[in-house]
């Protein structure tokens, strides 16, 4: 994935700018970026791998390195940035999250007419900002460049710009599948992708950008370049896995979803009376904890932490680019507490199922500290396909899916044509994936919320959600 963060200031804001990117560390653990624009120095950038360290500590030099008024931070998962950019709209610092699919076809187009040429990166990939960037400085101006870079993209890019006199230029993906927010102090405006980051730092709420939505900000003022569309489609995954708990999307907070969340499966488990006695509701920690909470709430079960992750020295299970190092470090962060699983029936909640291979570990791991049965939940429906619009997966093909194989193997490619069916727990189809999957994991029941109780949890129009990693809808 990954998530930016900028300040346009009165006076120097690196530290608020570190700050500010830092708290968007949850999002991205490849590269961390900063640019800073000062009037005597001029424009200034410092990149870093942030794969071994996390960004504070990488970057904690930098306010001996660099200074500014105004200032850009970026947490990438894929392309060192934000990149300098020197064109015909002038010298500029850019960086951007989301993907661009038809990056291929793109570069042949620029180099077909332009005559130009791109940095290139080993096997020939082409840094995506700097493609992004070629887009934009084909027009004559910044809201003109980036509305024609969005609609040339397949895919999704909000962008964060900043000028070579110190101004901001935020722009909204097309859809709004990612929030950008604005927050205002006495000093100048701040954009970020989390809502916190700023409110930490003493800037109040100024307004959420709507779909494709451009802005330009300075210390004094806030100018809007494009108005918004009608059209909305943002992630509903946001709020039930890599949103951070304190932030708030079109004023739902995510902590408060997931709780609803836990709750709605909670009466549903209800209905069907099944499990029948638990004695702990616990989560697959971070984000599978509160759904927990709220399933315990609303269950009467007890909630408790049966294992504990071990997080001061050991780095995130996502993090090592080989799947066999991400387990290993996911096993060896659980510490159980054995009085809580010891001939216990448990239930744990985690926010999603994708490929399936840690949480079978973790599940052994409870069965060999005396667990008498594991049931598990999912905070979301089964996964179906691999999003093509944002990166918070490493998936590259949808086989790699836990719920693609399953059907795969249940009956054949004709199952694809039922994948509605499938996740859907009162179908006969629906049964069997379920049923399978416990049978491989030794789960002793599992469910998946609904589509439908997804929605109810964050409480916005269906229309204005995506869930294409859900029923492939666009």
Same mark, same amino acid.
């Given at each position: 994935?990954?998530?930016?963060?900028?300040?346009?200031?009165?006076?120097?804001?690196?530290?608020?700018?570190?700050?500010?990117?830092?708290?968007?560390?949850?999002?991205?653990?490849?590269?961390?970026?900063?640019?800073?624009?000062?009037?005597?120095?001029?424009?200034?950038?410092?990149?870093?791998?942030?794969?071994?360290?996390?960004?504070?500590?990488?970057?904690?030099?930098?306010?001996?390195?660099?200074? *500014?008024?105004? $200032? @850009?931070?970026? #947490?990438?998962?894929?392309?060192?940035?934000?990149? %300098? =950019?020197?064109?015909? !709209? *002038?010298?500029? $610092? @850019?960086?951007? #999250?989301?993907?661009?699919?038809?990056?291929?076809? %793109? =570069?042949?187009?620029? !180099? *077909?007419?332009?005559?130009?040429?791109?940095?290139?990166?080993?096997?020939?990939?082409?840094?995506?900002?700097?493609?992004?960037?070629?887009?934009?400085?084909?027009?004559?101006?910044?809201?003109?460049?980036?509305?024609?870079?969005?609609?040339?993209?397949?895919?999704?890019?909000?962008?964060?710009?900043?000028?070579?006199?110190?101004?901001?230029?935020?722009?909204?993906?097309?859809?709004?599948?990612?929030?950008?927010?604005?927050?205002?102090?006495?000093?100048?405006?701040?954009?970020?992708?989390?809502?916190?980051?700023?409110?930490?730092?003493?800037?109040?709420?100024?307004?959420?950008?709507?779909?494709?939505?451009?802005?330009?900000?300075?210390?004094?003022?806030?100018?809007?370049?494009?108005?918004?569309?009608?059209?909305?489609?943002?992630?509903?995954?946001?709020?039930?896995?890599?949103?951070?708990?304190?932030?708030?999307?079109?004023?739902?907070?995510?902590?408060?979803?997931?709780?609803?969340?836990?709750?709605?499966?909670?009466?549903?488990?209800?209905?069907?009376?099944?499990?029948?006695?638990?004695?702990?509701?616990?989560?697959?920690?971070?984000?599978?904890?509160?759904?927990?909470?709220?399933?315990?709430?609303?269950?009467?079960?007890?909630?408790?932490?049966?294992?504990?992750?071990?997080?001061?020295?050991?780095?995130?299970?996502?993090?090592?680019?080989?799947?066999?190092?991400?387990?290993?470090?996911?096993?060896?962060?659980?510490?159980?507490?054995?009085?809580?699983?010891?001939?216990?029936?448990?239930?744990?909640?985690?926010?999603?199922?994708?490929?399936?291979?840690?949480?079978?570990?973790?599940?052994?791991?409870?069965?060999?500290?005396?667990?008498?049965?594991?049931?598990?939940?999912?905070?979301?429906?089964?996964?179906?396909?691999?999003?093509?619009?944002?990166?918070?997966?490493?998936?590259?093909?949808?086989?790699?899916?836990?719920?693609?194989?399953?059907?795969?193997?249940?009956?054949?490619?004709?199952?694809?044509?039922?994948?509605?069916?499938?996740?859907?727990?009162?179908?006969?189809?629906?049964?069997?994936?379920?049923?399978?999957?416990?049978?491989?994991?030794?789960?002793?029941?599992?469910?998946?919320?609904?589509?439908?109780?997804?929605?109810?949890?964050?409480?916005?129009?269906?229309?204005?959600?995506?869930?294409?990693?859900?029923?492939?809808?666009?």
């Amino acid at each position: 994935m990954g998530g930016f963060f900028g300040i346009t200031s009165k006076q120097d804001c690196m530290a608020d700018v570190f700050f500010g990117t830092d708290y968007h560390s949850h999002l991205g653990t490849s590269r961390g970026g900063m640019a800073a624009f000062d009037p005597i120095i001029g424009l200034q950038r410092k990149i870093h791998s942030i794969e071994n360290a996390p960004f504070r500590t990488r970057f904690e030099h930098i306010f001996e390195e660099m200074q *500014g008024i105004a $200032a @850009i931070g970026c #947490i990438s998962d894929s392309e060192p940035q934000p990149m %300098l =950019i020197r064109s015909s !709209l *002038g010298t500029y $610092a @850019i960086c951007f #999250i989301g993907r661009i699919n038809n990056a291929d076809e %793109l =570069i042949d187009q620029y !180099l *077909g007419f332009s005559g130009g040429h791109f940095d290139a990166k080993t096997g020939g990939k082409v840094n995506a900002v700097e493609l992004l960037a070629a887009l934009i400085d084909q027009k004559s101006s910044f809201a003109e460049g980036i509305r024609f870079a969005q609609k040339s993209i397949d895919g999704t890019a909000s962008i964060l710009i900043l000028n070579e006199d110190g101004t901001l230029i935020a722009a909204r993906d097309r859809l709004g599948r990612l929030p950008v927010t604005i927050g205002k102090r006495e000093d100048g405006y701040a954009v970020s992708f989390e809502s916190f980051a700023y409110e930490k730092l003493g800037f109040t709420f100024e307004r959420e950008l709507g779909p494709g939505e451009i802005v330009s900000l300075t210390p004094d003022k806030l100018t809007q370049l494009r108005a918004p569309t009608e059209r909305k489609k943002i992630c509903a995954f946001l709020w039930s896995y890599y949103g951070y708990p304190t932030s708030t999307y079109e004023g739902v907070n995510v902590e408060a979803m997931r709780y609803r969340n836990g709750a709605i499966m909670a009466r549903t488990d209800r209905q069907t009376g099944c499990p029948e006695e638990l004695d702990y509701v616990g989560g697959v920690p971070d984000s599978g904890t509160p759904h927990a909470i709220g399933y315990a709430n609303e269950s009467g079960a007890h909630f408790a932490r049966a294992f504990i992750k071990y997080t001061p020295t050991w780095a995130r299970s996502f993090m090592p680019p080989a799947q066999v190092d991400r387990n290993t470090i996911a096993k060896m962060k659980q510490i159980p507490v054995k009085e809580l699983i010891e001939d216990k029936n448990l239930l744990f909640v985690d926010d999603s199922i994708v490929r399936g291979t840690q949480l079978r570990e973790t599940v052994e791991f409870l069965y060999e500290n005396g667990a008498k049965s594991v049931h598990m939940r999912s905070a979301c429906p089964p996964i179906m396909f691999g999003c093509k619009y944002l990166n918070f997966s490493r998936n590259t093909s949808d086989m790699d899916l836990i719920a693609r194989r399953v059907i795969m193997e249940l009956e054949g490619e004709e199952g694809f044509n039922h994948l509605e069916e499938y996740a859907d727990a009162g179908t006969e189809r629906g049964k069997k994936l379920r049923s399978n999957i416990c049978e491989r994991f030794h789960f002793s029941s599992l469910e998946f919320q609904s589509i439908e109780g997804v929605i109810e949890a964050i409480g916005l129009p269906a229309c204005d959600l995506c869930t294409y990693c859900w029923n492939g809808k666009e």
